[in-house]
Nanobody, 123 residues
Framework: QVQLVESGGGSVQAGGSLRLSCVAS????????MGWFRQAPGKEREFVAA???????KYVDSVKGRFTISRDNVNSTVYLQMNSLKPEDTAIYYC?????????????????WGQGTQVTVSS
């Protein structure tokens, strides 16, 4: 069992920045691929970013160059640094952990989910 707790969400003006954190506990953090997903009202959950156990990263096209995912295996934490935020980034952001790097990008069948943290970007 892995428990994931997100933090760092909030309200920010367009062009601003936020850093989301997800702290994992319960299992060896380094065994898991980590990802971030988001869901806006009335929309499907979408993949945002992922970082593999070996450090390879993936991003959805809409956030490339603006968001950076990273992981700290010592502190069992994954981060999502979000810069140049846009109103369309407004959503609940969820942390995910899975043994499969493919799964943590696709979203279907993810082993562990966090509770989510709200990000609101105003124009």
């Amino acid at each position: 069992q892995v428990q994931l707790v997100e933090s760092g969400g909030g309200s920010v003006q367009a062009g601003g920045s936020l850093r989301l954190s997800c702290v994992a506990s319960g299992r060896t953090f380094s065994d898991y691929n980590m990802g971030w997903f988001r869901q806006a009202p009335g929309k499907e959950r979408e993949f945002v970013a992922a970082v593999a156990r070996i450090g390879v990263t993936k991003y959805v096209d809409s956030v490339k160059g603006r968001f950076t995912i990273s992981r700290d295996n010592v502190n069992s934490t994954v981060y999502l640094q979000m810069n140049s935020l846009k109103p369309e980034d407004t959503a609940i952001y969820y942390c995910a952990a899975d043994p499969s790097f493919w799964t943590v990008q696709m979203g279907t069948g993810v082993r562990y989910w966090g509770q989510g943290t709200q990000v609101t970007v105003s124009s």
